[in-house]
């Protein structure tokens, strides 16, 4: 059984995504912040990590995709190198930064993205196809 | 059927100034213009009277004056740019004329002749073109060269040359009538002066206030745009925690859902569905015309590859409505930021879609005509009733038949293709009729420069 850890500061949005997720057998851990959700990644060791880019600072999920990624050889996450990463963009093309995953794929390291409103048959199969790589 | 360009009265989204350099460049040149009449004038006014009606003319120095007015007109005419909006030119084409004219007053009879009202001209195009004190002193100039010609001529220092048939041969001579000559010539120059600059100094000043008029609209449109931005920003994400919340509610993740309740989920769904596209637009609105994107952004955009990726997306709605879908679309590429072409596409092509009633037709045209990139996009529905064609491009505004078939709209999407076709310096119009159809044109131009 996998477990997914959902890295989000807004707490309905983890539960939307927790309540199709445990249906279909996943097992759901749950951070609020990505220094939360670096300390869980060590705890839970999960499968995947499904992480909202826009928290508290609207680069802070940047921030916990790249210390994952960090090729640094003392990196505490050095063994969480290749775990996958599906990114929540409920940003349109307005944010401050102006992100999209048409232009910006090659400069992020994940895997995938999933809009914000979340579809549960979209989430589930991004996450089956993410966890069969 | 009429054709609807779009207009934009107060210049709010135009972001240029009034073009007060360019209008005087346009003044400038449309004097030039009229001078070619002036030298028209010069010959046709000499040689008639003097080869028809025997008047008794120096038509060889006259026609030299015209010749001179000619060259010079020849010369200003070559010029371009900031220099023709400059004082001094004005000054130096003033001038040029009044020696001109002042010749041939001096052929025609000095202080007798009736050329002499000519330098009125002069008087209001300097008013028109110079501040107040300098058409003053032009007027003054005049003044001082009309009169040393009629004192030279009166003591014989230059020959004078009547033109018999119009004067006594001695009335140049004479005191009274130089000084009476004179004072109605100086009171008619002022006056003409003071009322030509009181009429341009007004237009100015007006001019002046319409440019601060529209400096404060534009920023209050942009405090407004800023202020949108913001609480649609804020209302986004709770709208999408309800909206996902919902859907695993409806999709059962949280127990069966009982038929009646299924009902009203629905319903709320759809409000709250309603409600997000409305955010959307709004982003999209506000942030459109608030934020550019940056260079790095922009790209070759294929217009053929992109109307295909939104028509794909639309597959559905068109087999559901079973319209005939005509596309007639050539291989042409726009520098463009990929994402915002696709807003106007999805906008122009995802309303003719939704006004047209089944089993019409829907076509595109996309095209290189000359120097622009032309998009077309023609439905066979509703059409926009007469009333509301002047509006249809503002923000929230929807036409009455448009809100009977399709309840829920925000009213917003003409509003954001105009002012993203607005971006690319492009232009968007429309030709509908009522119960046949309506077809948008949008046109961008290719620039050069952008494709390197």
């Known amino acids: 059984m996998a477990k997914i850890l959902i890295v989000d500061d807004d707490p309905d949005i983890v539960e939307a995504m927790r309540m199709p997720l445990e249906a279909n057998h996943y097992q759901v851990v749950s951070a609020s912040s990505a220094k939360e959700g670096l300390q869980k990644v060590l705890k839970e060791r999960p499968d995947l990590v499904i992480l909202d880019v826009m928290m508290e600072t609207t680069t802070e999920g940047f921030h916990f995709a790249y210390k994952l990624r960090s090729e640094a050889p003392d990196s505490p996450y050095k063994d969480f190198r290749k775990l996958p990463i599906l990114m929540i963009t409920a940003i349109h093309r307005t944010t401050p930064f102006r992100f999209s995953p048409r232009t910006d794929e090659g400069f992020l390291p994940v895997e995938g993205f999933i809009e914000k409103p979340i579809e549960p048959r979209v989430l589930l199969e991004k996450v089956s196809h993410l966890l069969k790589k | ?452």
């Open chain 2, 1 to 452: 059927m009429e054709k609807h360009l779009e207009k934009d009265p107060v210049g709010a989204y135009g972001h240029t100034p009034l073009p007060l350099e360019k209008e005087l460049e346009g003044r400038v040149r449309w004097f030039i213009r009229l001078r070619w009449l002036a030298v028209l004038g010069i010959f046709t006014f000499s040689w008639i009277p003097a080869r028809v009606f025997g008047i008794s003319l120096p038509l060889f120095q006259i026609s030299c004056v015209g010749l001179g007015v000619l060259f010079l007109n020849i010369f200003y005419s070559f010029l371009r740019g900031p220099v023709l909006t400059k004082e001094w030119f004005a000054h130096l084409q003033v001038g040029g004329d009044w020696l001109g004219l002042i010749f041939i007053v001096h052929y025609t009879g000095g202080i007798e002749s009736p050329v002499l009202y000519y330098f009125i001209f002069h008087i209001i195009i300097s008013a028109v073109l110079l501040p107040r004190r300098a058409c003053f002193l032009d007027a003054t100039l005049a003044l001082i060269m009309i009169a040393c010609l009629a004192l030279l001529e009166a003591v014989g220092v230059i020959p004078h040359m009547p033109v018999k048939e119009f004067f006594p041969w001695y009335l140049y001579r004479h005191p009274w009538f130089i000084l009476g000559e004179l004072f109605f010539l100086a009171t008619t120059f002022y006056g003409a002066a003071y009322l030509a600059t009181s009429v341009t100094q007004l237009l100015k000043k007006r001019e002046a206030e319409l440019i601060v008029a529209h400096e404060r609209l534009h920023k209050l449109d942009r405090a407004k745009d800023e202020f949108v931005l913001r609480v649609t920003h804020e209302l986004r994400a709770p709208l999408s925690a309800i909206e996902s919340l919902l859907r695993t509610v409806e999709e059962g993740y949280a127990g069966q859902v009982p038929e009646a309740l299924s009902d009203i989920l629905g319903r709320i769904m759809r409000r709250t569905g309603f409600l997000l596209q409305l955010v959307n637009d709004l982003l999209d609105f506000a942030s459109g015309k608030l934020e550019r994107p940056k260079k790095e952004e922009y790209e070759e955009v294929n217009m053929e590859e992109s109307i295909k990726n939104i028509l794909s997306l639309m597959h559905s709605k068109i087999e559901g409505k079973r319209l005939k879908l005509s596309v007639d679309s050539e291989h042409v590429t726009l520098r463009a930021v990929p994402t915002e072409i696709d807003l106007i596409l999805t906008n122009l092509i995802d309303n003719a879609i939704k006004y047209t009633p089944e089993g019409g037709s829907v076509g595109i045209i996309n095209k290189r005509v000359g120097r622009q990139v032309m998009l077309e996009v023609r439905d066979t529905g509703l059409g926009i009733p007469e009333e509301a064609k002047p509006r249809i491009f503002e923000e929230f505004y929807r036409a009455e038949n448009a809100k009977t078939l399709e309840k829920e709209g925000t009213g917003l999407g003409l509003a954001i293709v105009r002012s993203l076709v607005r971006h690319y310096e492009g232009e968007i119009s429309f030709r509908s009729e009522l119960n046949k159809g309506t077809v948008f044109t949008v046109r961008f131009p290719i620039k050069d420069d952008s494709r390197t």
